[in-house]
């Protein structure tokens, strides 16, 4: 009697630690915890935390490394300063900063940079078991930076570290115990090696308990993050360090053993029922999911009276056991009487404190209790959320209902064992504030945040609705804080809601909706692979939804994805989706679907997409198939609509597309475009020929020449003559001229009502045009409207061929469109780049002539503070590096690379020099080799990396052409680090090219 007592009082003591009640395993089970998402709790006095570190990393002196003898020599000589224990500690400290320096500074970029880490063992020895706390600091620091960007690389090193780390857990100064902490964290998370493991393992006999207790958190990082393989193999260690820590004497350190019991369930759970059955009874029951039936009902409060009363919480925990589940094991009956007497008191205990009750599930009340406990929860997580990041987690207390005492019948009969996925159903969880006075350490942090969003995913996974819901929720306040979610978490997180967006009931379509939109809008860039599955669904969803409330919320989903991921992306996912002969037997509203989301996409791009892809051409033959199957009838407009949004994004592209089609096909889609290009291009709704000009604001009458652009000849060389003579003029035969007052009230080129044909055929009519062109141009940093106006008119006449007068106005349009680079307004000098760009490509011999003022002046467009006016010089810039005579590019160019003209210009004249020797053959290129090679070798020496980065591409290109033999006599200027590199990305390219 007085050891069962003495037994209690002990479980009462460990329950009752200052630490939030949802962070105590074994207050709860697994399948009962709170989906709350925990902030940071802050660190004692004089703790570092992990901000700290991520501050620190990047806080050294700068340090460029040129070459291997320049890195060896930075290594060493901060080695031998580190080593010289005699030597002032800030000395020490800036050598630590200059190791990492090293690293930022470019010395990864050398193969030799392994061979030094191993001599830093030493040094970084030195310094971790320095007395100064400080330097200390900075040493882990320093350790756990290089773990971060050299990974297993650093593994023996750290097999020589580990002792003296895992001992400075215990020190007194707490910078000195909380530095080795997050230097451990930062090793167990970046070095995943099985030679960390024994270390470990005989930190779990340490005679300290902060030693314990913080190595039981490195091995929960370590089960949590690392491969199953590596874990596999070493699970022995990992099954004798949990049953350590759950026997452990330290409470933090067995609610750790505990948390780590329920990760091992959750991912291998015959080994975890194999440790199972090796524990005590008394700590069988402590574990989560795992509720004891032997006990009297006396224990079912005896955790709550442990108490004070005024931090007591009657909550009562919903729970259903599935009678399938409560076989095999022993079980004592259950009075009856003392269930109805624990039920009264806390009861009582609610009504005195104000605390919320819960009934017990089984109670004719049930239902309507879960309904209003979710409503509860629902509404109180979103107060939380709110205060998420600026307070520590408050301490949430349970009252753990026994199984046994839900049932009517004493005979019933109940196992020990609640595995906490499959039995997730019907959980209440309320938090309530309670001062909380534990000191916790940065691991704490990493180790909640994990479990968090594992409880989310297995709630997402449940067959429980309310489960679902409660998951959804979650998972939306994990994606929206402020922590970011890493790669494999996202694929996880989109395993979960792939299969949802399918068989998503009523109840759950507005936490789905709201997750997914949170996801797409915050982490688009890094699901683009999952676009293949996302819009297929969604359209799907939308294809068959029959309320209008779901369909609008499916709507705004698709809205969000349409309008967060990259445009081409989602065409060729859409393509790829259509082209698949497995997952394109859907039904014909599904294929309407898919073919209106394309058609809605692409009316809002506003650059073009490269067409002539595998993807789109077998997409674009798969929906004829569609279209001639009499079951799809419904699909012709729709198809057309497609068909003519291709063209219309990108003509040459389709052009060249066409030829690839068989001639029925070919002939068919010309006859589309034919037919409705005249429609769609006078119809209501934003052109896409004006916004591939740019106009926000036009007339009626220059609108009517600028929208009609769809049906006219294109002169462009990447247009076959096909489409020229059989397809684009034959809207416009019967179009009669039609011409009005060249001038209105304002001297604008409004006045102009043109036929595309008799235009082309009327010299006086260009020639009263360009004049008209050239007085508003020559405004300059005036009437921006109107300028915009005529430089959209001059680009597509250019464009479509329909301007003779040339040899008379070129100089005069070259110049006034120079002149116009220096304007005040950004979108004037973009649309002068463009045009500029356009002229090239139709008057390309003309250029050669003023060649070189026109590559210096969009040089000097590339250093302008407009980012998209640099996008439109490059552009700009690259035509002209490619149409215009390669020895006059090339004699500016390499005058700019050899002057100090600044980065900026440096950087692009060696873009386009590379483009240039793309353009040249092999028997050109060695003619020339003694004047391009040795300046890009030179700027490969460069300080800034751009520069040295785009060097590198340039004299890739050349060896790509004339060989390596040619080369090797300028390479052999470089180091052999430098020269490694290239040869890397030279065989990268070669296996491209393969």
């Known amino acids: 009697m007085v050891g069962s007592r003495k037994g209690q009082l002990l479980e009462e003591q460990e329950n009752s630690t200052s630490v939030p009640a949802w962070q105590r395993a074994s207050s709860v089970p697994a399948h009962k915890r709170p989906l709350i998402v925990s902030a940071k709790g802050s660190s004692s006095a004089g703790s570092v935390s992990d901000e700290a570190f ?33 030597l002032d500690w800030s000395r020490r400290m800036i050598a630590l900063k200059t190791l990492r320096s090293v690293i930022i500074g470019g010395g990864l970029d050398y193969s030799d940079f392994s061979e030094e880490v191993r001599e830093m063992q030493a040094a970084l ?83 300290s308990k902060e030693i314990r207790r913080n190595t039981a958190s490195l091995f929960l990082m370590a089960l949590t993050l690392w491969e199953s393989r590596t874990v596999e193999k070493n699970m022995n260690i990992f099954l004798e360090c949990i049953k350590a820590s759950i026997n452990d004497a330290d409470p933090e350190t067995r609610r750790t053993g505990r948390e780590l019991f329920m990760q091992l369930d959750q991912e291998y759970k015959k080994q975890a029922d194999m440790l199972y059955k090796a524990l005590d009874p008394s700590k ?129 009969r109940f196992p020990a064992r609640i595995p906490p996925r499959s039995q997730m159903s019907s959980r209440t969880k309320i938090q309530i504030d309670e001062p909380e006075d534990h000191a916790s350490v940065s691991s704490d942090s990493f180790r909640f945040e994990t479990m968090e969003l594992a409880t989310a995913l297995s709630c997402c996974a449940s067959s429980s609705t309310t489960e679902k819901k409660e998951g959804l929720k979650a998972l939306f306040t994990i994606i929206s804080s402020d922590k970011q979610i890493n790669t494999m978490d996202l694929k996880k997180i989109v395993e979960r809601l792939t299969p949802l967006i399918v068989e998503a009931a009523h109840k759950l379509l507005q936490p ?118 009499p079951k799809n009838i419904c699909l012709m407009a729709i198809s057309e609509k497609v068909v003519c949004d291709m063209f219309h994004l990108n003509a040459s592209d389709f052009t060249s597309m066409l030829a690839t089609f068989p001639n029925d096909l070919k002939d068919r889609l010309q006859t589309i475009v034919r037919k409705n290009s005249f429609c769609l291009s006078t119809g209501s709704g934003i052109n896409t020929n004006e916004a591939r000009a740019g106009i926000l604001e036009t007339t009626a009458q220059i609108n009517d020449f600028v929208d009609r652009r769809a049906g006219l000849p294109i002169s462009s060389p990447r247009v076959s003559p096909q489409l020229i003579n059989g397809l684009a003029r034959s809207p416009y035969d019967s179009i009669p001229l039609r011409r009005a007052s060249r001038e209105d009230q304002s001297g604008s080129l409004s006045g102009y009502v043109l036929d ?51 040899d008379k ?67 700009c810039g690259g035509v002209l590096a490619t149409h215009v005579s390669s020895a006059t590019c090339r004699r500016v160019l390499l005058a700019i690379i050899k002057s100090d003209v600044g980065e900026p210009k440096i950087h692009i004249a060696i873009k386009l020099l590379t483009k240039v020797i793309e353009s040249l053959s092999a028997t050109e290129l060695e003619l020339i080799l003694d004047e391009v090679a040795p300046p890009i070798v030179d700027t490969y020496n460069y ?52």
């Open 756 to 806: 595309p044909q008799g235009f082309a055929n009327d010299p006086e009519q260009q020639e009263e045009l360009i004049t008209k062109i050239g007085e508003e141009l020559s405004l300059h940093n005036q009437r921006s409207e109107e300028r915009q106006r005529a430089m959209s008119v001059l680009s597509q006449i250019t464009r479509d061929n329909l301007f003779s007068l040339w």
């Open 125 to 207: 020895l030195t310094s971790v078991k320095d007395l100064r706390s400080q330097l200390c600091r900075e040493a882990c620091v320093t350790i756990a930076f290089f773990c971060e960007r050299l990974g297993l690389i650093m593994v023996s090193v750290i097999d020589a570290l580990m002792p003296t780390l895992i001992s400075l857990m215990q020190n007194s100064a707490k910078v000195m115990a909380t530095s080795a902490q997050l230097a451990l964290q930062y090793v167990v998370k970046y070095v995943c090696s099985a030679r960390l493991l024994p270390h470990l393992q005989t930190a779990m006999s340490s005679k």
């Open 512 to 629: 789905l909706t709201d997750t997914l939109i949170a996801l797409v809008r915050r982490y688009h860039e890094e699901l683009n692979d999952w676009l293949n599955l996302l819009i297929p669904k969604l359209v799907n969803k939308c294809s068959t939804e029959v309320l209008p409330s779901n369909l609008e919320k499916y709507r705004i989903v698709m809205e969000a994805v349409r309008t967060s991921f990259d445009p081409e992306k989602q065409l060729y996912a859409v393509c790829k989706f259509i082209r698949d002969p497995v997952r394109n037997n859907v039904s014909v509203k599904t294929k309407h679907g898919l073919l209106m989301y394309l058609h809605d996409l692409m009316r809002g791009m506003d650059s073009a997409p490269s067409m002539n892809q595998s993807e789109v051409r077998q997409a674009v033959s798969k929906i004829f198939q569609w279209v001639d199957d």
């Open 54 to 86: 991520q501050r620190a990393f990047n806080e050294v002196p700068k340090c460029n490394v040129f070459s291997s003898k320049q890195l060896k020599d930075q290594i060493s000589e901060a080695c031998v300063v580190l080593e010289n224990t005699d």
């Open 943 to 994: 300080v800034s990396s751009s520069i040295r980065k785009e060097s590198v591409v340039c004299l890739v290109a050349m060896i790509m052409l004339v060989g390596e033999e040619h080369m090797a006599p300028y390479l052999s200027e470089l180091n052999k680090g430098k020269q490694k590199l290239i040869d890397v990305y030279v065989k990268r390219m070669k296996g491209i090219f393969e």
């Open 284 to 412: 069988q029951r402590t574990l989560p999911g795992f509720v004891s039936q032997s006990s009297s009902s006396q224990s079912i409060i005896s955790e709550r009276d442990a108490l004070p009363i005024s931090q007591r919480n009657a909550t009562y925990v919903l729970h259903k056991a599935s009678p399938s589940y409560y076989s095999g094991r022993s079980t004592s009956d259950i009075d009856p009487g003392a269930v109805r007497r624990v039920t009264n008191r806390a009861v009582r205990t609610a009504s005195k404190w104000g605390g919320p009750l819960q009934q017990v599930n089984g109670t004719p009340s049930t239902t309507q209790m879960r309904t209003s406990a979710a409503q509860r929860l629902s509404s109180a997580s979103q107060k939380f959320v709110s205060s998420l990041r600026r307070v520590p987690p408050t301490p949430t207390n349970y009252v753990r209902s026994q199984p046994g005492s839900r049932s009517s019948s004493p005979a019933s």
């Open 809 to 875: 106005h070129f100089k005069m349009i070259f110049l006034l469109l120079i002149e116009t680079l220096k304007d005040s307004d950004e979108n004037i000098r973009r649309m002068a780049l463009k045009l500029l760009k356009e002229i090239c490509y139709a008057q390309a011999s003309r250029f050669n002539e003023f060649a070189e003022m026109a590559l210096m002046r969009v040089l000097d467009a590339c250093t302008d503070e407009s980012k998209l006016v640099v996008t439109a010089a490059e552009e």
